[in-house]
Protein backbone atom coordinates (compact mmCIF):
# COMPACT_ATOMS: atom_id res chain seq x y z
CA UNK A 1 0.00 0.00 0.00
CA UNK A 2 1.08 3.65 -0.90
CA UNK A 3 2.29 5.94 2.29
CA UNK A 4 2.79 9.89 2.77
CA UNK A 5 4.82 12.02 4.73
CA UNK A 6 2.81 12.60 8.31
CA UNK A 7 3.74 15.57 10.75
CA UNK A 8 2.13 16.10 13.96
CA UNK A 9 2.85 19.47 15.46
CA UNK A 10 2.10 20.61 18.88
CA UNK A 11 3.03 24.26 20.35
CA UNK A 12 6.01 22.72 21.65
CA UNK A 13 7.84 20.31 19.83
CA UNK A 14 7.39 17.59 17.13
CA UNK A 15 5.56 14.97 18.37
CA UNK A 16 5.68 12.47 15.12
CA UNK A 17 6.92 12.53 12.01
CA UNK A 18 7.32 9.26 9.69
CA UNK A 19 5.42 7.26 7.01
CA UNK A 20 1.48 6.48 7.10
CA UNK A 21 -1.12 4.74 5.22
CA UNK A 22 -4.14 7.04 6.72
CA UNK A 23 -4.19 9.51 9.21
CA UNK A 24 -7.73 10.06 10.70
CA UNK A 25 -9.00 12.87 12.40
CA UNK A 26 -12.57 15.19 13.14
CA UNK A 27 -12.19 18.15 11.44
CA UNK A 28 -14.34 21.23 11.33
CA UNK A 29 -17.44 19.85 9.22
CA UNK A 30 -17.21 15.82 10.35
CA UNK A 31 -14.56 13.00 10.19
CA UNK A 32 -12.12 12.66 7.94
CA UNK A 33 -9.69 9.53 6.56
CA UNK A 34 -6.63 11.42 4.79
CA UNK A 35 -4.92 8.71 2.57
CA UNK A 36 -2.24 9.27 0.14
CA UNK A 37 -3.22 11.17 -3.39
CA UNK A 38 -6.24 13.08 -1.34
CA UNK A 39 -6.90 15.91 -2.70
CA UNK A 40 -5.60 19.24 -1.06
CA UNK A 41 -7.00 20.70 1.98
CA UNK A 42 -6.87 23.09 5.02
CA UNK A 43 -9.27 22.71 7.76
CA UNK A 44 -9.84 23.50 11.44
CA UNK A 45 -9.72 20.03 13.44
CA UNK A 46 -11.87 19.62 17.14
CA UNK A 47 -10.34 18.16 20.04
CA UNK A 48 -10.11 14.65 20.14
CA UNK A 49 -8.23 11.80 19.15
CA UNK A 50 -6.19 11.15 15.94
CA UNK A 51 -5.18 7.85 14.69
CA UNK A 52 -2.31 7.01 12.11
CA UNK A 53 -2.25 3.73 9.98
CA UNK A 54 1.42 3.21 9.70
CA UNK A 55 3.48 2.07 7.14
CA UNK A 56 3.37 -1.52 8.38
CA UNK A 57 -0.41 -1.77 9.05
CA UNK A 58 0.22 -0.65 12.79
CA UNK A 59 -1.97 1.91 14.36
CA UNK A 60 -1.22 4.97 16.59
CA UNK A 61 -3.39 7.05 18.41
CA UNK A 62 -2.66 10.79 19.69
CA UNK A 63 -4.61 13.13 21.18
CA UNK A 64 -5.20 17.16 19.46
CA UNK A 65 -6.53 19.54 21.06
CA UNK A 66 -7.68 21.40 18.14
CA UNK A 67 -6.08 23.23 15.50
CA UNK A 68 -5.40 22.51 12.09
CA UNK A 69 -4.57 19.88 9.46
CA UNK A 70 -3.02 20.68 6.07
CA UNK A 71 -3.15 17.72 3.18
CA UNK A 72 -0.78 18.25 0.25
CA UNK A 73 -0.29 15.46 -2.60
CA UNK A 74 2.13 13.26 -0.90
CA UNK A 75 2.27 14.95 2.75
CA UNK A 76 -0.11 15.95 5.25
CA UNK A 77 0.60 18.28 8.63
CA UNK A 78 -1.94 18.40 11.80
CA UNK A 79 -0.59 21.65 13.42
CA UNK A 80 -2.11 21.84 17.10
CA UNK A 81 -1.49 23.69 20.49
CA UNK A 82 -1.55 20.23 22.50
CA UNK A 83 -0.83 17.18 21.19
CA UNK A 84 0.28 14.16 22.98
CA UNK A 85 0.28 10.53 22.23
CA UNK A 86 -2.48 9.02 23.86
CA UNK A 87 -0.14 6.48 25.54
CA UNK A 88 1.19 9.31 27.72
CA UNK A 89 -2.16 10.73 29.24
CA UNK A 90 -2.77 10.28 32.44
CA UNK A 91 -6.18 8.66 32.62
CA UNK A 92 -6.72 9.70 36.41
CA UNK A 93 -5.64 13.87 35.40
CA UNK A 94 -7.76 13.41 32.92
CA UNK A 95 -11.05 12.34 34.81
CA UNK A 96 -9.80 15.27 37.31
CA UNK A 97 -10.25 17.51 34.54
CA UNK A 98 -13.49 16.31 33.62
CA UNK A 99 -14.94 16.68 36.76
CA UNK A 100 -13.67 20.07 37.59
CA UNK A 101 -14.91 21.45 34.51
CA UNK A 102 -18.51 20.42 34.89
CA UNK A 103 -18.32 22.00 38.42
CA UNK A 104 -16.77 24.94 37.05
CA UNK A 105 -19.63 25.11 34.35
CA UNK A 106 -22.51 24.85 36.87
CA UNK A 107 -20.76 27.10 39.17
CA UNK A 108 -20.01 29.78 36.33
CA UNK A 109 -21.60 33.29 37.30
CA UNK A 110 -20.78 34.75 33.67
CA UNK A 111 -21.25 33.69 29.93
CA UNK A 112 -17.15 33.94 29.99
CA UNK A 113 -16.88 31.70 32.57
CA UNK A 114 -19.52 29.44 31.29
CA UNK A 115 -17.88 28.56 27.85
CA UNK A 116 -14.36 28.77 29.63
CA UNK A 117 -15.33 25.79 31.06
CA UNK A 118 -17.63 24.63 28.01
CA UNK A 119 -13.95 24.37 26.38
CA UNK A 120 -11.95 22.72 29.26
CA UNK A 121 -14.77 20.23 29.50
CA UNK A 122 -14.39 19.24 25.56
CA UNK A 123 -10.78 18.85 25.85
CA UNK A 124 -10.79 16.54 28.82
CA UNK A 125 -13.56 14.42 27.55
CA UNK A 126 -11.85 14.14 24.01
CA UNK A 127 -8.57 13.16 26.07
CA UNK A 128 -10.50 10.39 27.40
CA UNK A 129 -12.01 9.56 24.12
CA UNK A 130 -8.16 8.84 22.72
CA UNK A 131 -7.72 6.53 25.76
CA UNK A 132 -10.79 4.68 25.02
CA UNK A 133 -9.68 4.98 21.00
CA UNK A 134 -6.08 3.47 22.07
CA UNK A 135 -7.57 0.57 24.33
CA UNK A 136 -10.21 -0.62 21.28
CA UNK A 137 -7.06 -1.54 19.23
Known amino acids: MSTMKCSIV ?4 E ?3 GDVQMLSVTGAEG ?12 TSIKPGPVKLTLEDGSEEVFFA ?9 QEVTLL ?7 DDIDESKA ?4 ELALRNQENAES ?3 FSRAKAELAEASAR ?4 RKLRKK
Open 10 to 13: SAEK
Open 15 to 17: IFT
Open 31 to 42: ELGITPGHSQLL
Open 65 to 73: SGGFVEVQP
Open 80 to 86: SDIAERA
Open 95 to 98: ERAK
Open 111 to 113: DMD
Open 128 to 131: LQAL
